[in-house]
C-alpha cells in the first residue's frame, strides 16, 4: 500500500465526511466550579472542514472547553450544537467527536493496531485490517503495527494518538496540545503534517494550545482566550495585524503600546492621537476607541530606526528623541529597545537585509512607522496583559 | 515523557476536589461497591472487638459451658495486669528490640535493592519474599535446629569464645529475638523499599554536587526522604511481633513467655475467657495508642 | 593504585551492596535447612537433628497420619479464601479509588485495622464472638474460612488500591470517547491494566491463609489445618514429611514468581 493510494482513500473518504460534516456550534456554553469559573457563556461557530485554534495562557478554559465539546465533562450552562442537533448531554460515545489527548492517552497493554482499531471495533465494524493499514500508511507506522506504544519514540506514539482519532473519520477531531510534549524540529514537522492531513481529509479541526506560533501557522481561524473568555475571534492575519484589546495585541506576538490622548478627527476616517507631544495618525476602523485617552500600538517589525533629525516621508507617523538602550544580534534581525522621552522603552525589530546600518546603544534616534499599521486600543485595559513573564513560562 | 520534558496540563484547574472524578458510574456506586467489604469486616472484625470488650468484663468464675456472667468485673484488667506485667514488658521489649534489628538489617538490604541493584531489581524483590512462602512455623522449627545446643551455629560461637562453654542459644531471650527478627523482616523490608524506590535520584546527585560527602548525602538527604517507609515498616513489624508467640514457645523458655503466650494459655486452658480478653484489650490499647499517634501526624489515606 | 587499596576501595563502594546481599543470604539459611531436613532420616525420635539422608520422605509424603489431610483442608480453605477475599477487596479497592462517598476516614481505618491486630487478639475476639451467639460447638471449617476472609481483605485492598491509583484515569477517558460505553471501557481498558494488582493481590491472599496458625488455631474446633498439625507436632515428634510439604511450598511459589515475570518479560518486548 503506498501513500499515494493511501492518500487517495483518504480522499474519497473525507469528500463523505465532508459531506456529512456539520458546523459546530457553542451556544452560551458555561463551565462554574464552587471556587471559579472557567469559562464563561462562550459563544463560538466553527465552520465545518475548518482549522480552528483555541490559544491562551494557562487556565483560560480552553481545555475545559475542549472536553465539553468531546463530551468528558458536563457544562453548568450553555448547549453544544453539531448542526441542529444538541449533543449538550450526550456521552462521549455517542458523539461524532473524537480527541487527542495531550498526553497520548494511548492504551498500553494493546499493540499499535488494536490501538488504532480501537474505535471501529466499538462501532460494530469487523473487518477493520484495511482500514487500519491504510491510517498507518497516512501517518507512516505501518512499520510498528505489532508493538507497544512504550516502544515507540514521543513523536511516534503522538502519530498513533493522531490516527486512532482520525480512522473514525470524527465530525470534528478534538486536539488537546498534541505537540506539546515533542521537541522544537519535530514540532514544527508536525504542524506542518497536522495541516497538511487535515486538508486533505477536510475534517474540522479544534485545536487547543498556548503557543501563538503553533496556532498562527496551522489554522484558519483563532480564538484568543483569557479567563473564560474570547478576546477576539478571526483569520491569523486579522488578528495579528489588528488586534482588539492589549491582552492579544500582547499575547500574539508583541506590541509596543504607547499612551496618547484623542485629539481630532472623530467623525473622519482618520484620528490624530497626541503622543507625547507629537501627533500620531490611525485609520478609523483600526481603533477601537475614539476619543479620550487610548493606547496607540505598533507591532515592533513595523518600526524603522533613523539617526534623529533624519527626514522621513510626511505619510509616517513618527515619535522624536529616543536613545538606543540595547542592540542585539538575532541571526534574522536586529532587535533595539529604544528608550523615550518619557521614560518608556519601545522595541524594534530590523529585519537584517545588509543594507540597513546598525544603530549602536547610546545612538540619539527618530522611530517612523506607517500610518496603515497603526492600531488604537481603549486605555483602561492593562497595557502588561497578556505579556508572558519569566514567572508564567511553562 | 520523563518529568521534564512533559509539559504540566497547562488548562487543567486545580482538579477540583470530587467534582469532575471520572465518576464512571452514578452517585451511589461507590457506596454499593464498598458495602459488602465493610460489612464482612463490621460483622467479624468489629464486633469480634466488641465482644471481646464485653467478655473482658464477664465473671471469671463462669466456663466455656456453663456460660459467663456479665458483671461488669473491671477488676479483670487489674488482676491482668497485676499477674501478667512481666510477660507485657517482656512482649514490648522483644518486639522492640527485634523491630531495632529489622531496622538495622532491613535498611542495608532495602537500600541495595532500590539503588544499588539495577536490573536485578525485581529478582532480588522476589528474593526477600520467597522465604517466606514456606510455612512460617516450619522455619522457626529449622530455627530450633541451627541455634541447638550442638549445634555447628553454637559451636562456632564456643571457637570463637563469645559464647562462653556452658552458654546455649536455644531457649534463651536471645534465640526468641533472633526468631522475631528473621520472621518480621520483610515487613520492614518492602515498606521501606518502597520509599526508598520513590526517591527521585537527582536529589542525591545534587547534594553530591552541592558539596556533600556520600554519608552527608544519606544523612541529609535519603534518610529523612524515606521516613514514611521507616515508620511504616517499624510498624508493620513491631505490632505482629509484639503480639507473637510462637517464637517465644519454640525458642524459648516458659520463663521467656509473651503476652501472647499468656492469652493463648488463658484461652486453651478453656476456663479463663475474662481474663484473657482483658489482657488481650490492654495489649490492644497499647498498640492502638501509637497507631493513633501515626495517625494524627500523617493522616489515614496513605495507610491503606 | 595497589592491589590492596584496589580491593579496598571495591569493597568500600560495594560495602552497602555486599551487606545486602549477605542479609538477604540470612534469610535463605532455614529455608536451606528445610530442604536439608526433608532428606533426613532420623535415628531417635525426640531428637531433631540431621542423622542420615534417605529418598523416603519424598517417596511417602503422606505417611505420617492425618497430615495429608490436613494440607487437603489448608489448600480447601486457602482457594475459597482467595476468591472472597480477592473479590471483596478488589471492589473495596475500586470504591476507595474512584467513587466518592462520605466516611472515607471511618473506612480506611476499618480496612487498616485488622492489618494492625495482633493475630492472637483478633483470633480470640473471632473466638468470643463465636461463644459468645452460641456456636461455641459448630467451630470448624465455616468458622476457619470466615476468618481467613477476615484477615486476608485488608491486604487485597492495599495491594489492588495500590495498582489502581497508578492507573492514569485519562485511559478510560480516551476509551469513551472512541466509543467504548461504561462497561466495555471497564472490561477492555480498565480491568486488564488492574488485572496484575489483583493477581498479586489474589496470590498473597493465598499464602497468607495457607500459612495462617494463630487465629486457625483458636477458632478451628476439632479440624487440623496445616500450620495446626505442624505445631502439634512440634509438641511431639517432628515427622520428616512436614519439611517435604514446606519444601514443595518453597519451589511451587518461586515457580510461579519466576513464570509470571516471563511471561511479563515476554510480553514487553513482543
Known amino acids: 500500500m503506498t501513500t499515494a493510494d493511501a492518500t487517495e482513500t483518504a480522499r474519497e473518504s473525507s469528500t463523505a465526511a465532508a459531506r456529512t460534516s456539520r458546523d459546530l456550534r457553542l451556544e452560551a456554553l458555561t463551565k462554574r466550579f464552587t471556587a471559579f469559573t472557567a469559562v464563561h457563556e462562550l459563544d463560538l461557530v466553527v465552520p465545518s472542514g475548518s482549522f480552528f485554534a483555541l490559544l491562551g495562557p494557562s487556565g483560560c478554559g480552553k481545555t475545559t472547553t475542549l472536553r465539553m465539546i468531546a463530551g468528558l465533562d458536563q457544562p453548568t450552562g450553555g448547549r453544544v450544537y453539531l448542526g441542529d442537533d444538541d449533543v449538550t448531554t450526550l456521552k462521549p460515545y455517542k458523539r461524532p467527536v473524537n480527541t487527542v489527548f495531550q498526553s497520548y492517552a494511548l492504551f498500553p497493554h494493546l499493540t499499535i493496531f488494536d490501538n488504532v482499531a480501537f474505535g471501529l471495533r466499538r462501532r460494530g465494524r469487523k473487518d477493520v485490517r484495511k482500514a487500519v493499514d491504510d491510517m498507518l500508511d497516512l501517518v507512516e507506522l505501518d512499520m510498528h503495527a505489532r508493538k507497544k506504544p512504550m516502544q515507540l519514540s514521543g513523536g511516534q ?11 473514525n473519520e470524527p465530525e470534528v477531531l478534538l486536539l488537546d496540545e498534541p505537540l506539546g510534549a515533542l521537541d522544537l524540529k519535530l514540532r514544527r514537522q508536525m504542524q506542518i503534517e497536522l495541516k497538511r492531513i ?10 487547543v494550545t498556548h503557543d501563538q506560533e503553533e496556532a498562527m501557522t496551522m489554522a484558519d481561524t483563532i480564538a484568543v482566550m483569557n479567563g473564560g473568555l474570547i478576546e477576539q475571534m478571526g483569520a491569523p492575519s486579522e488578528l495579528y495585524e489588528n488586534p482588539a484589546t492589549t491582552f492579544v495585541a500582547n499575547f500574539l506576538g508583541q506590541s509596543n503600546l504607547i499612551r496618547g490622548e484623542v485629539v481630532a478627527g472623530g467623525d473622519g476616517p482618520e484620528l490624530v492621537v497626541d503622543v507625547h507631544g507629537s501627533k500620531i495618525g490611525a485609520a478609523r476602523e483600526r481603533a477601537r476607541v475614539h476619543e479620550g485617552a487610548v493606547w496607540v500600538g505598533i507591532r515592533p517589525e513595523k518600526v524603522y530606526v533613523a539617526a534623529a533629525g533624519e527626514e522621513e516621508s510626511s505619510d509616517a507617523n513618527t515619535v522624536g528623541g529616543g536613545t538606543v538602550t540595547d542592540t542585539s ?5 536586529t532587535q533595539y529597545l529604544v528608550r523615550m522621552p518619557w521614560d518608556q522603552e519601545l522595541t524594534v525589530f530590523e529585519q537584517n537585509t545588509g543594507s540597513r546600518p546598525v544603530f549602536p546603544p547610546g545612538t540619539p534616534v527618530d522611530l517612523h512607522w506607517s500610518r496603515a499599521h497603526t492600531f488604537v486600543l481603549d486605555a483602561r485595559q492593562d497595557a502588561s496583559a497578556g505579556v508572558e513573564t519569566v514567572d508564567d513560562a511553562p | 515523557m520523563s518529568a521534564l520534558t512533559q509539559t504540566p496540563a497547562e488548562d487543567a484547574p486545580p482538579e477540583p476536589p470530587d467534582e469532575e472524578r471520572p465518576a464512571l458510574g452514578r452517585r451511589y456506586t461507590g457506596y454499593l461497591l464498598i458495602l459488602p467489604g465493610v460489612l464482612w469486616l463490621g460483622l467479624f472484625f468489629l464486633i469480634p ?9 464477664y465473671d471469671p468464675a463462669g466456663t466455656v459451658f456453663s456460660g459467663y456472667e456479665m458483671t461488669w468485673a473491671w477488676s479483670n484488667f487489674d488482676n491482668a495486669v497485676t499477674d501478667n506485667w512481666q510477660p507485657l514488658l517482656r512482649s ?11 531496622l538495622l538489617l532491613g535498611y542495608p538490604l532495602a537500600y541495595a535493592i532500590a539503588f544499588k541493584a539495577g536490573r536485578w531489581k525485581y529478582l532480588m524483590l522476589v528474593l526477600v519474599i520467597a522465604p517466606f512462602f514456606t510455612s512460617f512455623l516450619i522455619r522457626t522449627i529449622s530455627w530450633q535446629l541451627i541455634l541447638a545446643d550442638n549445634g555447628f551455629v553454637v559451636d562456632t560461637l564456643q ?7 556452658d552458654d546455649r542459644l536455644l531457649n534463651t531471650p536471645i534465640a526468641v529475638v533472633a526468631g522475631l527478627t528473621y520472621n518480621f523482616l520483610p515487613f520492614m523490608v518492602l515498606p521501606l523499599y518502597a520509599s526508598l524506590d520513590k526517591i527521585d535520584h537527582r536529589l ?11 554519608i552527608r548525602g544519606f544523612a541529609k538527604v535519603t534518610l529523612p526522604l524515606s521516613m514514611p517507609g521507616v515508620v511504616a515498616g517499624t510498624l508493620l513489624t513491631f505490632i505482629p511481633a509484639a503480639g507473637d508467640f510462637i517464637n517465644a514457645e519454640l525458642l524459648g523458655r516458659p520463663s521467656d513467655s509473651m503476652v501472647g503466650n499468656v492469652i493463648q494459655q488463658y484461652f486453651s486452658g478453656g476456663n479463663n475467657y475474662p481474663d484473657a480478653a482483658a489482657l488481650s484489650m490492654i495489649l490492644m490499647a497499647l498498640i492502638l495508642g501509637m497507631v493513633l499517634l501515626y495517625v494524627r501526624r500523617a493522616g489515614t489515606e496513605d495507610l491503606v | 593504585m595497589t592491589a590492596l587499596s584496589r580491593s579496598g576501595r571495591w569493597i568500600s563502594d560495594h560495602i552497602i551492596l555486599i551487606v545486602g546481599l549477605l542479609v538477604l543470604a540470612y534469610t535463605f539459611v532455614p529455608i536451606a535447612v528445610v530442604v536439608l531436613m526433608s532428606f533426613n532420616a532420623p535415628e531417635a525420635r525426640l531428637t531433631y537433628q540431621f542423622d542420615g539422608f534417605t529418598w523416603h520422605n519424598w517417596t511417602n509424603p503422606c505417611e505420617p497420619e492425618g497430615m495429608c489431610d490436613a494440607v487437603v483442608l489448608s489448600l480447601e480453605i486457602g482457594l475459597l479464601a482467595t476468591i472472597g477475599a480477592t473479590i471483596l477487596g478488589t471492589l473495596m479497592a475500586f470504591a476507595l479509588v474512584r467513587h466518592r462517598f462520605a466516611g472515607r476516614t471511618t473506612a480506611n481505618l476499618v480496612i487498616f485495622l485488622p492489618m494492625a491486630t495482633p493475630e492472637i487478639v483478633m483470633g480470640s475476639s473471632l473466638l468470643a464472638l463465636f461463644v459468645g451467639t452460641g456456636f461455641s460447638g459448630d467451630l470448624g471449617f465455616w468458622t476457619i474460612l470466615i476468618a481467613h476472609i477476615m484477615f486476608c481483605l485488608s491486604f487485597v485492598v492495599v495491594t489492588v488500591k495500590a495498582r489502581l491509583t497508578g492507573l492514569d484515569s485519562t485511559l478510560e477517558q480516551a476509551a469513551m470517547d472512541l466509543y467504548a460505553n461504561e462497561w466495555q471501557t471497564f472490561w477492555r481498558v480498565t480491568f486488564p491494566l488492574v488485572f496484575p494488582g489483583i493477581l498479586g493481590a489474589a496470590l498473597l491472599a493465598f499464602s497468607l491463609s495457607f500459612d495462617d496458625f494463630i487465629v486457625t488455631n483458636l477458632n478451628a474446633g476439632n479440624e487440623v489445618t496445616f500450620p495446626m498439625f505442624v505445631w502439634g507436632s512440634a509438641q511431639r515428634d517432628i515427622p520428616m514429611q512436614i519439611n517435604v510439604i514446606g519444601t514443595a511450598m518453597f519451589l511451587v511459589s518461586v515457580l510461579i514468581v519466576l513464570a509470571g515475570s516471563l511471561r511479563g518479560r515476554r510480553r514487553a518486548t513482543a
Open chain 2, 49 to 57: 472487638f466488641y465482644s471481646l470488650v464485653a467478655t473482658s468484663l
Open chain 1, 198 to 207: 487535515q486538508l486533505e481529509v477536510g475534517l474540522t479541526f479544534v485545536h
Open chain 2, 159 to 165: 571457637t570463637l569464645r563469645i559464647l562462653g562453654a
Open chain 1, 157 to 167: 506514539q503522538q502519530r498513533v494518538a493522531l490516527a486512532r482519532a482520525l480512522i
Open chain 2, 204 to 214: 542525591i546527585e545534587a547534594a553530591s554536587d552541592l558539596y556533600a560527602s556520600p
Open chain 1, 329 to 333: 544580534f538575532i541571526g534574522v534581525s
Open chain 2, 92 to 102: 514490648f521489649l522483644f518486639g522492640g528490640l527485634a523491630t531495632v534489628f529489622c
